[in-house]
């Protein structure tokens, strides 16, 4: 069966008309005789929409329920059933409800895709997956709902639905996207005209990037080499010489002049990997070339003009930037050069620019990489073997009555010279044949004893002997030096390869590299010096070793980095070869530098930013939590004080109530306050002793609502407890508290501890809504509670109290999902010492399964205190009623489901989601306290 046929409507934003553009497309297909359907459309109460639904069969959808709500998606049984030619899906990157065939829309439509059927879809540009992170800091949104890129571009057609963005806000402002009590809110939020712009182009160039995916396609499939100029492709070819700056420049300005041009540097290498080229200014090039925001290529190949043409074909390039040649006049007698065989072909669809610049025709300045010296000794025994050797070998010849002959003579004198190439080169090489040939003609060439040879076949043999000699003794000289050469430059890569690693993934301080540079090159200090300008004093940011250089001339080696940095090393003279390796420390060195003062600056950011934050929040909740008791306890007072009226006695028992219960609302505010104060200012000392864990856990729950509901499960055989018992009361109050608030009514609180190793674990068990896995870890920032989460119920302190005082016990306090819903605070304790076993069962006999097991299960939307600083999410305006940035809905989990329906389901609290069942308790044992409070 052919697979069907995938169409998608991609737009910039919600709103924008991807739904009624599909609509529309199927309406047409309905005309012209097609099999259209509707297998799900959301037209979310927007009348345009809505009626284009009209005449178009919709399937009926499959209805699922989660946590007591009834939601629907799409029937994908049904629409195979139906088998129609087209089914229209709305919105590709839903996340289905749990328990629904796929946990992806996009996964449906695969689905159908599969069994031969075409399917219309749309999709907003924020929820590509590649875009995610992209999307969030343009808006500051994060996009839970993501489809994978690869699924997009598979599609056979997609088709851009284009709108600008003061026509968006129009339409918005026109009441065609929300209901008018929303349209201010997204217009103050997500639809800000930057957003817009922002993903308008983004949408339109990720578009055109898919359009120039299918043309290079095409042209692929129908073999087209010629160019076509749809877009202009500037080809700049480097050197890695001074030239290159000019050139990138030049490339760069010429892309300018139009709309969307792109500049391409590539740099050609030899295959062998022995190049002339700086590395160091090979760097800088590609930096410029970036920043510009072109890309740099590097490509391997040994003719360079025919290697950077069929580059140039390959990307569907319009020109091509060259500099002129660095070449002397007398060096174009070996050859035309690279910039004028480029031109002659490039072909006529191939524009070539030679651009002149300083280095022309002023020669190659660039040092040509050379092998590793040979040491003294190594070149003193290939002159001895080279000089030496032939004088002993005739010496030896000449002692024997009859002698192997002349062409084995040659041969000889032949093996010597080889010799003498390995061991000291190329001169020791060249004295050995000269040596070799004087030998052979006077002592074994007739007549003998002079210089005079009378047989000419023997005067071809020696000048054959000497051009052998030299032939051989370079080529082996070549190779010895290449071997070397390819050992230092494997030597080089693997240095900077580590330093690199290191570098990029933030493992090396600014001192760890200098060590480095220290040790590779043997030094006694090294020192990276800076200053502010050319006449101010330098000053170290960094030194190791003992007396480093305190200015660069009073270095034995100095190594710029910029105008106004310099890397200094003193010990010794560095050969030139090594200062290639040099200038890779100094950059990155310089990169370490920037990158630690970024670091100490985020840090001091942050710092201020949680100062301001804390600030703020303590503001808030002073001009309103303390000023609403404040205002009770007033009006009670003033009311009591009135003498115009004449308060029954229960009238004044209810006043004088208020004015109790605003004054122990006040109380537990200030002590919040103020122990957090004492927890940022590190100024709580525990007062640690061994305590018991059942006699402090009931005086915790003192301060509970009449109301609460505690199941309280604290064995006697606990072993004790290194802990400040005040501090401990306070968290374990603070836990359970925040426990009671968000747990259902008439479902009691679960307090049990356990031990485990060395440590005692309390669990505290609610059966509440939950709280997704992203935001546990900010339930326990301070001044966090939800945007809904009534005024009332604190000012967000309780939990980050909670965790201070454990964590300056020593003990940690975490959040866990409750099985079957809701959350469970972990709070665990260091063993004091452990007590003698008893008749009563053990720690891990009568208790070892009180507590609920803990597991990934889902949570509901968190509210009040412990939802953290989750905010509104991001989903799609065309997923719901309320744009991104504005509508206060769920925070999916794994269970909840991520999409609109779900920020739909009624939310009226913390009791909103039904919660399950308490689990049953553990039967009790003799030790077991039972108790509700």
């Not at 599969?114 to 590509?128: P, R």
């Not at 440590?759 to 068990?765: A, K």
């Amino acid at each position: 069966m052919a697979r069907g046929k995938l169409r998608i409507y991609l737009g910039s934003a919600p709103g924008v008309g991807k739904t009624y553009a599909m609509l529309a497309e199927a309406h047409r297909r309905l005309e012209r005789g097609t099999d259209v359907v509707v297998g799900y459309v959301e037209h979310h109460a927007r009348p345009r929409t809505e009626v284009l639904l009209t005449g178009l069969e919709e399937l009926p959808r499959a209805r699922y329920t989660h946590r007591d709500a009834e939601f629907t998606e799409m029937d994908v049984d049904a629409v195979l059933r139906r088998a129609p030619a087209v089914v229209l899906v709305d919105e590709l990157a839903h996340t289905n409800v749990p328990g629904a065939r796929n946990a992806k829309r996009w996964q449906d439509v695969e689905e159908l895709l599969a069994a031969g059927i075409d399917v219309v879809s749309t999709v907003n540009i924020q929820h590509l997956e590649s875009l995610g992170d992209v999307v969030e800091s343009i808006t500051g949104v994060t996009q839970r709902e993501t489809v994978p890129d690869e699924v997009v571009r598979r599609a056979d057609q997609i088709e851009l639905v284009d709108m600008s963005p003061q026509a968006l806000r129009r339409r918005l402002a026109h009441g065609n996207v929300y209901a008018p009590d929303k349209v201010d809110a997204a217009l103050a939020n997500y639809f800000r005209p930057g957003n817009l712009t922002a993903l308008r182009e983004l949408a339109l160039l990720w578009t055109a990037d898919r359009v120039d995916e299918y043309l290079q396609q095409y042209r692929g499939e129908h073999n087209i080499e010629s160019t076509w100029q749809a877009r202009e492709r500037i080809v700049v070819g480097i050197t890695g010489g001074p030239e290159g700056r000019t050139l990138i420049r030049r490339a760069a300005r010429m892309a300018a002049k139009g709309s969307g041009s792109e500049i391409l540097a590539v740099y050609i290498a030899r295959s062998d990997g022995l190049t002339a080229a700086s590395p160091k200014e090979l760097a800088v090039q590609r930096t410029l070339v970036e920043d510009l925001g072109g890309t740099f290529h590097h490509v391997i190949g040994d003719d360079v003009p025919a290697a950077l043409l069929d580059f140039a074909k390959g990307v569907n390039a319009t020109q091509i930037v060259l500099g002129s040649s660095r070449r002397r006049s007398w060096q174009y007698a070996l050859g035309p050069g690279v910039g004028m065989t480029v031109a002659r072909e490039s072909g006529p669809d191939l524009d070539v620019h030679i651009v002149t610049h300083e280095a022309a025709a002023k020669g190659r300045g660039l040092p040509v990489a050379r092998g590793a010296r040979l040491g003294r000794s190594r070149i003193l025994t290939g002159w001895l073997v080279g000089v030496g050797g032939p004088v002993l070998l005739a010496l030896v010849l000449r002692s024997l009555d009859e002698g192997p002959g002349l062409a084995n003579d040659v041969l000889l004198f032949l093996f010597l010279t080889v010799g003498a190439a390995l061991l000291g080169g190329l001169v020791p090489a060249l004295a050995s044949a000269a040596v070799g040939s004087l030998l052979l003609n006077f002592w074994f060439t007739p007549p003998t004893h002079t210089f005079t040879i009378s047989d000419p076949s023997n005067i071809v043999a020696i000048v054959i002997f000497f051009a052998v000699a030299v032939a051989v003794a370079s080529v082996v000289d070549l190779a010895a030096r290449r071997t070397h050469q390819a050992a230092r430059l494997r030597a080089e890569s693997e240095i900077l390869s580590f330093l690199a690693g290191d570098v990029l993934r933030g493992e090396t301080t600014l001192d760890a590299l200098l060590d480095r540079v220290r040790e590779t090159f043997a030094m006694h200090s090294v020192a990276l010096l800076e200053r502010e300008g050319d006449r101010e004093p330098w000053t170290p940011a960094g030194s190791v070793g003992p007396q480093p250089a305190a200015r660069p001339e009073d270095a034995d080696v100095d190594m710029p980095v910029g105008d106004h940095m310099a890397l200094a090393l003193s010990g010794r003279v560095l050969p030139a070869a090594d200062r290639r390796v040099l200038a890779a420390f100094a950059a990155q060195s310089a990169v370490v530098l920037d990158r630690e003062r970024l670091q100490r600056q985020a840090r001091q950011a942050r710092t201020l930013a949680e100062g301001n934050r804390i600030r703020t929040a303590l503001l808030a909740a002073v001009s309103h939590d303390l000023r609403t008791p404040l205002a009770a306890i007033k009006a009670a007072v003033s009311s009591l004080r009135a003498e115009d009226v004449a308060w029954s006695e229960e009238d004044r028992d209810a006043l004088q109530e208020a004015i109790e219960n605003g004054a122990d609302r006040l109380d537990h505010l200030v002590d919040n306050l103020l122990d957090m104060s004492r927890l940022q200012t590190g100024t709580v000392t525990p007062l640690i002793r061994e305590i018991d864990l059942d006699e402090v856990v009931p005086m915790a729950l003192g301060g509970l609502p009449p109301d609460a509901l505690v199941d309280l499960d604290v064995p006697e055989t606990l072993p004790m407890v290194a802990v400040d018992a005040g501090l401990l009361e306070r968290a374990v109050g603070n836990v359970v508290e925040n426990a009671v608030k968000y747990s259902p009514a008439r479902t009691p609180v679960l307090v049990a501890a356990s031990t485990l190793g060395d440590r005692v674990e309390l669990r505290v068990v609610d059966r509440g809504p939950g709280v997704p896995d992203e935001a546990k870890d900010r339930i326990f920032e301070p001044f966090q509670r939800h945007g809904d989460a009534p005024r009332g119920s604190g000012v967000g302190l309780g939990l980050a109290v909670a965790r201070g005082f454990t964590e300056a016990l020593g003990g940690t306090l975490s959040a866990e999902d409750t099985p079957g819903g809701g959350l469970t605070m972990v709070l665990t304790l260091p063993v004091a010492r452990r007590r003698p076993k008893d008749d009563g069962p053990g720690p891990g006999e009568g208790h070892g399964g009180s507590g609920p097991p803990t597991g990934d299960g889902g949570s509901g939307p968190p509210t009040g205190e412990r939802h953290g600083a989750s905010g509104p999410t991001p989903e799609d305006a065309d997923s719901g009623p309320l744009p991104p940035e504005t509508r206060p809905g769920p925070v999916p989990s794994e269970e909840a489901p991520q999409d609109p329906q779900a920020a739909q389901a009624p939310q009226t609290g913390p009791s909103a989601t039904p919660a399950s069942p308490a689990p049953p308790a553990s039967p009790s044992s003799p030790d077991r306290k039972a108790a509700r409070s």
